[in-house]
């Protein structure tokens, strides 16, 4: 099963500053390039736990003592770390967003490229798909989704649309909601439309930016002092959480000052933002919109 070239792939590993003998953790594991490179690294007393909900990342499990696949969503990586004997780690791994697999797949619903049924759930057992946002949710809700984590300022006429053309017959596939949506879409700018709306659509199905607000505060409690976290994130919303929590411990506000009026913070910045090369971009278009931030727990 082929997966595509994992973006970042010396940049995000070297962030993680591993001991050979060190417990890491990859929540995204996908077609297990960073992994396998993490693998590379260790000694024989090194362990690496991964995680992924999809089950098509299971073929693609290390043949490895050292290593353990998790099929759970990372919303749950104190939970099941817990369950396998492990308080706290030396380093963690997050490559957010979707697969190259994920959008390759054509039934999967992900790509703007492909007629779809409506479906988008990155872990196929899920209750809520995009057939449910677009035929069950109502206006308001629609509408706040589109606002929210597509950013497009017509979510509410689009809202109102989708509603309204749904009253005659069901949208079932991608096709059908293009056409819905038509009016919308420019002939210039239709793609990148599109895209903000599947983007906004998949984040509701998955609940992304929850899962990623409880899996950063639970980085937080697994981490050992020095251990470091490694995030890419594919659009503003993400890196927006993972900026905010690394720099403050939290997605809101400021952080309690101590004695003498300095902010405690949770993390130490190790480097500014990294993003691929123009040659990486080349080679691996996905890479385009990643943002790299490496932290270390204080």
């Known amino acids: 099963m082929e997966y595509h070239n994992p973006v970042l792939l010396k940049e995000t590993v070297d962030g993680l500053n591993i001991h050979p003998d060190g417990v890491y953790v990859d929540v995204t594991f996908g077609g297990g390039g960073h992994s396998r490179e993490i693998m590379s690294r260790l000694g024989e007393k090194g362990k690496l736990f991964a995680f992924d909900q999809d089950l098509d990342a299971l073929k693609n499990a290390i043949d490895d003592e050292r290593f353990t696949l998790i099929n759970e969503n990372f919303r749950f990586i104190k939970r099941f770390l817990r369950f396998h004997g492990i308080k706290q780690v030396d380093g963690i791994l997050a490559d957010l967003g979707v697969s190259s697999h994920q959008f390759d797949v054509a039934e999967r619903g992900f790509s703007t490229r492909f007629d779809a049924e409506l479906d988008m759930r990155m872990n196929q057992k899920g209750d809520i798909s995009a057939y449910h946002v677009v035929n069950e949710y109502d206006e308001q809700d629609i509408a706040r989704v589109l606002f929210d984590y597509g950013e497009l300022k017509n979510a509410r006429a689009m809202a109102n649309v989708i509603v309204t053309a749904r009253k005659d017959k069901e949208i079932r596939n991608s096709d059908e909601l293009k056409k819905v949506l038509a009016k919308f879409l420019p002939g210039h700018k239709s793609n990148k439309i599109l895209a903000q709306i599947y983007q906004a659509i998949r984040i509701e199905v998955n609940q992304e930016m929850d899962v990623l607000k409880e899996f950063l505060e639970q980085s937080l409690e697994i981490l050992k002092p020095g251990g470091r976290l490694s995030v ?61 931030r490496v932290a270390e727990k204080l």
């Open 232 to 292: 890419i994130s594919y659009h503003s919303l993400e890196d927006r959480l993972v900026k905010r929590f690394v720099k403050n411990g939290m997605f809101e506000g400021e952080p309690e000052r101590d004695f003498f009026g300095n902010f405690e913070v949770p993390f130490k910045t190790i480097e500014k933002l990294i993003v691929p090369t123009e040659e990486e971009i080349a080679i691996n278009n996905r890479a385009r919109s990643a943002k790299l």
